[in-house]
């Protein structure tokens, strides 16, 4: 699992949780969430950021890339 935020928060830890810290549009994040996400068979996005208009449409544009046809995205 990967988690995105911009600010340190107390996060629970687990070794299979990865924490990001900076913008979850950022391109060196995407590009990071890539590698994480490398050869794994079930993807599921879960957004839940700035929800102004402009921010959700740039999260879609980032992220739909890892997300095969028919599969989940919340």
């Not at 994480?36 to 879960?46: C, F, P, R, S, T």
């Amino acid at each position: 699992m990967v988690s995105i935020d911009i600010g340190s928060v107390n996060r629970t830890q687990h070794p299979r949780i990865q924490y990001l810290l900076w913008f979850s549009t950022a391109p060196e994040i995407v590009d990071t969430v890539e590698g994480l996400i490398e050869g794994a068979k079930n993807i599921l996005v879960i957004l839940d950021s700035d929800n102004n208009w402009e921010n959700r449409l740039n999260e879609l544009n980032c992220y739909s890339k890892f997300v095969p046809k028919n599969k989940y995205y919340h």
